[in-house]
T-cell receptor, first 114, second 109 residues
Framework: EAGVVQSPRYKIIEKKQPVAFWCNPISGHNTLYWYLQNLGQGPELLIRYENEEAVDDSQLPKDRFSAERLKGVDSTLKIQPAELGDSAVYLC????????????FGEGSRLTVL | SQQGEEDPQALSIQEGENATMNCSYKTSINNLQWYRQNSGRGLVHLILIRSNEREKHSGRLRVTLDTSKKSSSLLITASRAADTASYFCATYNFNKFYFGSGTKLNVKP
């Protein structure tokens, strides 16, 4: 069974440029999460989807970040415009039963903003 | 803010020794989970312990949970060089996971 797939693995952009990350969760997993991980820190939730619905986006900086999960499967996280402080790893995770079980993480997308 | 906090922040041991790391949290939980992250990779789930459980084993891993002290510990017995990684505890409550800042374990061959 394929795991959570993320792309790109690495992205280097100039500040003020846009960037997008894509995530394909494990087949059948209805819950999808985007996390931000700064160097030496644990993941911090940006947004959680139950199927197509964003049920928790309270930590998503909505002035520059947006996300979508069309058809309740793949998801895209976008930053526009990127700032220097956005340099981090963006992790996607999925789970089957919405939070009482384990999270399955992708390998992450490492963003460097110059 | 993150609810779980691991201790120590870093741990260096020789292969074959046991490694113990601790996690403290602030509010009530539904369950607590431990994850491993190798450098440059995603997190991998290791073990889950529910709030009504006190101890759980999985292979060389032993997890304890003390809800009265709001703390958990992860013991890795007979460590191997391949156990070198960062270890995170994650508490689950109110439909959210809260991750600590992790313990960085280095197992020297």
């Amino acid at each position: 069974e394929a795991g959570v797939v993320q792309s790109p693995r690495y992205k280097i952009i100039e500040k003020k440029q846009p960037v997008a990350f894509w995530c394909n969760p494990i087949s059948g997993h209805n819950t999808l999460y985007w996390y931000l991980q700064n160097l030496g820190q644990g993941p911090e939730l940006l947004i959680r989807y139950e199927n197509e619905e964003a049920v928790d986006d309270s930590q998503l900086p909505k002035d520059r970040f947006s996300a979508e999960r069309l058809k309740g499967v793949d998801s895209t996280l976008k930053i526009q415009p990127a700032e220097l402080g956005d340099s981090a790893v963006y992790l996607c995770a999925s789970s089957l039963n919405g939070g009482t079980g384990e999270l399955f993480f992708g390998e992450g997308s490492r963003l460097t903003v110059l | 803010s993150q609810q779980g906090e691991e201790d120590p922040q870093a741990l260096s041991i020789q292969e074959g020794e046991n490694a113990t790391m601790n996690c403290s949290y602030k509010t009530s939980i539904n369950n607590l989970q431990w994850y491993r992250q190798n450098s440059g990779r995603g997190l991998v789930h290791l073990i889950l312990i529910r709030s009504n459980e006190r101890e759980k084993h999985s292979g060389r891993l032993r997890v304890t949970l003390d809800t009265s002290k709001k703390s958990s510990s992860l013991l890795i017995t007979a460590s191997r060089a391949a156990d070198t990684a960062s270890y995170f505890c994650a508490t689950y409550n109110f439909n959210k996971f809260y991750f600590g800042s992790g313990t960085k374990l280095n197992v020297k061959p």
